[in-house]
């Protein structure tokens, strides 16, 4: 297939490890709509890096209700651009809410992602990039964003391993699952290029790709 053939596509992993590079990426080389997360327009993460247990359930609300709204309104699909790139999928959410919510902020959070997760479309095909603790950390140290700073090891540890645990279990689309630790898709075209390789001659079901034994 050609990326043209699909008719969605998402791209997921943990923080740093260029979800959005790569969806800019595929966009430019098609005609394409690029869906963007919006990270900056969260108010209470800058203060959920500060202070997980005190910001988790207000973030996690946040962004619960606008990945809603931005995703339900893209599902209103333009004609002339038959292909979506997304740099997240809606169930990402529920990677987070199980890490940082409580018990009580959890019963209440599925209620209401129950209620509003099936009027969301899903992608033809996701892409999930993983990479080691010490490049995601080194990744978000390079771009410097400022909410980021207070981001521990202990927690994309942790990240990274309820990421690796829900996409071990993932069956609602087609999968590729990236090992991207020493892939640099952003800087170097060579790399890129095999990337988009395997992403037109995904054939269907969860496809593993380890560039070092490809």
């Known amino acids: 297939m050609e990326l043209k053939d699909f008719h969605s596509i998402a791209i997921e992993g ?7 590079s790569l ?3 595929l966009t430019r080389e098609t005609d394409s709509r690029l869906i963007l997360e919006r990270h900056d327009e969260n108010p209470f993460l800058p203060d959920f890096y500060k202070d997980p247990a005190r910001f988790a359930f207000q973030t996690q609300l946040f962004f619960l209700l606008s990945r809603f709204q931005q995703l339900k309104e893209s599902g209103q699909q333009d004609f002339f651009q038959p292909l979506t790139i997304a740099d997240y999928i809606f169930a990402k959410d529920k990677i987070f809410a199980y890490l940082t919510l409580e018990e009580r902020e959890l019963q209440l959070y599925e209620k209401l992602y129950n209620t509003i997760e099936k009027d969301i479309p899903k992608p033809d095909l996701v892409i999930y990039l993983q990479s080691s603790v010490e490049r995601l950390m080194a990744n978000i140290r390079r771009r410097g964003r400022s909410y980021e700073k207070h981001i521990t090891e202990e927690y994309i540890q942790n990240l990274n391993e309820a990421y690796n645990h829900y996409f071990f279990h993932y069956n609602d689309s087609h999968l590729l699952v990236v090992n991207a630790v020493r892939l640099d898709f952003v800087h170097k075209e060579d790399d890129f290029q095999t990337l988009k390789q395997q992403i037109e001659r995904h054939p269907g ?3 593993f790709f380890n560039p070092d034994i490809a």
């Open 14 to 20: 943990v923080i740093g490890v260029g979800k959005t």
């Open 23 to 25: 969806a800019r990426q």
């Open 205 to 207: 079901g969860t496809v």
